[in-house]
Every structure is written in structure tokens, then in C-alpha cells.
């Protein structure tokens, strides 16, 4: 009663290719042909379960895959382009947010430009204003002394 592995595998396609979805890649085989879905027919743990094998049975190239595997791959492909596509998104989102970053510093130096002149004039303007006072505190000083000179001068 020994069987081999390949008997226990129906050889018909289990459907047909207008049923799968059109986003749906199909799954080939190693000789990089379509592996048809089949359906185990024989009794045993596996009985009625589906999976993909060689197109060329019985000169099989070795590939076997069970239906939910690729289901399984599948999801996972599905969830690696969305991750994929929010990663490119955010990167998109990170590149705008470092040209505002460099845009704001270049508004920040020219501001500190300009308020590094802002305090150059202040400073000019405090000395100017400074030495104005001076000058008043001097001219007054010397009217002062003539008046108390003549005063001096004339009670004498």
C-alpha cells in the first residue's frame, strides 16, 4: 500500500482565473508558470484542503504552497505596501517639514541680522545723545560760573 506523496493531490485546477480578483498576483510555480489550486482528495488530517502545485504534474518541479499560506503571504505583501506607502508618506511629510525648518531659520537669521543693527544704532544713538548731554551739562556749567563770576565781581 505504498503511495506516493504526488497521489494523494487531485491534478484539476480547483478554479478558474475570472473568479480571482484582479489585484490578486498569482502564485507560480518553479518552473515560473501558473501552480494551479487543487484540493487534497484523499482521507487523512489534510483531506479537502487546498493548495497550489506544480502546473507539469506529475513531473512536478517540487512547488507546493497551501492555499491560506498564500493567503497568509499575501496579507503580509498587502501589509508591507501599506507600511511602505506610509513610510513614503511620511518621509514626504518629513522633507516639507525640514524646507519650513530651514525657511524659519533663514527668517530667524535675518531677524537676528537686523537686531544685531538695531542695537549698532542704539548704542550710537545713546552715545549721541550722551555727548549731547554732556555738551548742555558743560554750557550750563559754564553760564553758572559767569553768573557766579560776576556776582562775585560785583559784590566785591
Known sequence: MAMSNHSQY?????????SR??????????????APLRVVR????????????????????????????VNEIR??????????????????????????VKKQKEIISKQEDQIQQLAIESTEMREGLLSAKSDRTLALALVVSWIFFALVFLLV
Request: charged share 25%.
Open 42 to 69: 484523499f482521507n487523512g488530517p489534510t483531506a479537502g484542503k487546498r493548495f497550489y502545485g506544480c502546473s507539469y504534474w506529475p513531473k512536478t518541479c517540487g512547488f507546493f504552497k497551501w492555499a491560506d499560506q
Open 75 to 100: 496579507d503580509l505583501q498587502y501589509k508591507c505596501f501599506e507600511k511602505d506607502t506610509e513610510i513614503a508618506n511620511l518621509e514626504m511629510n518629513n522633507n516639507m517639514l525640514e524646507e519650513k
Open 21 to 34: 480578483s484582479k489585484n490578486e498576483r498569482q502564485v507560480l510555480c518553479y518552473h515560473d508558470e501558473v
Open 10 to 18: 487531485s491534478t484539476g485546477s480547483g478554479g478558474s482565473g475570472s
